[in-house]
């Protein structure tokens, strides 16, 4: 069975431009969420999906960016326009069921906002 | 909100030495305790998780870690560690929502 995947695995960016994320669930899982880790510092969660509904979005930093999860498969995140502390490794993971369940991670998209 | 400290960001350590990587957390309610690890190149992988009963879990790679409530710690360890074992360890906690909250990071090194 697939895992969690991410494209890209890397992006380079200027300030000011817009970049999109993309993340494709396992099969089945009707819990997506994003993670963020911004170097040296700790993975911070910024929001989770169930199925295509937003079911928290509190750690999102602003409205620079955006999540969609359409038809309750894969998600995007965009951010435009990109800020230079936007750089980090942009982690996806995906879950079925109780809050107990284990989250399975892709391997994470790192950004680069110069 | 959770607060999760773990508190040696860097342990090099020789092959065959054991190992423990401490980890504390903040909260006043019921929690779920996991540990995560990630190889290099690779995602974040469940190494182990306690969510209720036995107050020690196990993993399948030999790696163990013990809830304790009082001290609100979840500490790994590892009694003999391989090279293969050199990554980085996250623990991390969810209290009453999905979301997890994770520590800044354990890096381990393992040297023959």
């Known amino acids: 069975e697939a895992g969690v995947t991410q494209f890209p695995s890397h992006s380079v960016i200027e300030k000011g431009q817009t970049v999109t994320l993309r993340c494709d669930p396992i099969s089945g899982h009707d819990n997506l969420y994003w993670y963020r880790r911004v170097m040296g510092k700790e993975i911070k969660f910024l929001l989770h999906f169930v199925k295509e509904s937003k079911q928290d979005e509190s750690g999102m930093p602003n409205n620079r960016f955006l999540a969609e999860r359409t038809g309750g498969t894969y998600s995007t995140l965009k951010v435009q326009p990109a800020e230079l502390e936007d750089s980090g490794v942009y982690f996806c993971?995906?879950?079925?069921?109780?809050?107990?369940?284990?989250?399975?991670f892709g391997p994470g998209t790192r950004l680069t906002v110069l | 909100a959770q607060s999760v400290t773990q508190l040696d960001s860097q342990v090099p350590v020789f092959e065959e030495a054991p190992v423990e990587l401490r980890c504390n957390y903040s909260s006043s309610v019921s929690v779920y305790l996991f540990w995560y690890v990630q190889y290099p190149n690779q995602g974040l992988q469940l190494l182990l998780k306690?969510?209720?009963?036995?107050?020690l879990v196990e993993s399948i790679n030999g790696f163990e870690a013990e809830f304790n409530k009082s001290q609100t710690s979840f500490h790994l360890r590892k009694p003999s560690v391989h090279i293969s074992d050199t990554a980085e360890y996250f623990c991390?906690?969810?209290?009453?929502?999905?979301?997890?909250?994770f520590g800044a990071g354990t890096t381990v090194t393992v040297r023959a």
């Open positions: 991390a906690v969810s209290d009453r929502d999905y979301k997890l909250s």
């Open positions: 993971a995906s879950s079925q069921g109780i809050r107990s369940a284990e989250q399975f």
């Open positions: 306690y969510l209720s009963g036995s107050t």
